[in-house]
């Protein structure tokens, strides 16, 4: 997969103009972070990257490239127990043993049978970053991915994700300076709340 080039994007919904001649380039590879404040734009540039927005001007995503997302919300089937959930979007590929393994990354390995609707708000947070980060995907996009977090859980999928997503390609949000100045190795500015490197 090469980079994506974003040329000349425009976006606007009724009377309010999100984007105006946008141009960036997202690196291959690498973690990509979206830096802006609240209403800037960046759920709505992934979710033009997602084709889920229309818009005017140039984006150049490969062909065929596979996306895995983790939403601001947990998107869960809340009647399926968390290996279901996790087995669901990689059907057969992982038996139970390695979902524990992968449970216990995030400290959830005592709860592999639990159904979703049981679960804290935190405890479904991770489960939805452990099912994108399992997929074998192109491109990984996290839209405040660590929100609701305590500190410890925090630190721990903060852990995985380095661990999981180490030259991998990621495009991710986040209002958290210190998150963003450990694990971006990429900027782009969608409003001027720069992070100094």
């Known amino acids: 997969m090469d980079n994506i080039t974003i040329k000349n994007l425009n976006k606007r919904y009724k009377d309010k ?6 141009s960036t380039k997202v690196l291959k590879g690498k973690k990509n972070f979206l830096i802006g404040v609240s209403g800037s734009g960046k759920t709505t540039l992934i979710r033009i990257l997602l ?9 150049n995503i490969e062909t065929g490239s596979k996306f895995s997302v983790v939403f601001q919300e947990d998107r869960l089937l809340e009647n399926l127990s968390i290996y279901d959930n996790l087995d669901l979007v990689n059907p057969g590929k992982y038996d139970r043993e390695t979902i524990k393994d ?6 959830l390995e005592n709860l592999i049978d639990k159904k979703v609707r049981e679960l804290s708000g935190g405890m479904k947070r991770r489960v939805s970053i452990l099912r ?3 997929v074998d995907s192109d491109i990984y996009v996290l839209d405040e991915p660590f929100k609701e977090l305590d500190a410890d859980s925090y630190r721990l999928c903060v852990e995985y994700f380095k661990q999981k997503m180490n030259g991998k390609t990621v495009i991710m949000t986040s209002h958290n300076k210190d998150e ?3 694990l971006s190795e990429n900027n ?7 992070y100094e490197r």
């Open 132 to 134: 994108a980060l399992l």
């Open 17 to 22: 103009l999100v984007f105006n001649d946008f």
């Open 180 to 182: 963003v100045l450990e």
């Open 188 to 194: 782009i500015i969608i409003s001027k709340l720069e």
């Open 51 to 59: 084709g889920l927005e229309d818009y005017q001007g140039d984006i």
């Open 102 to 107: 992968e449970l216990f990354s995030i400290g």
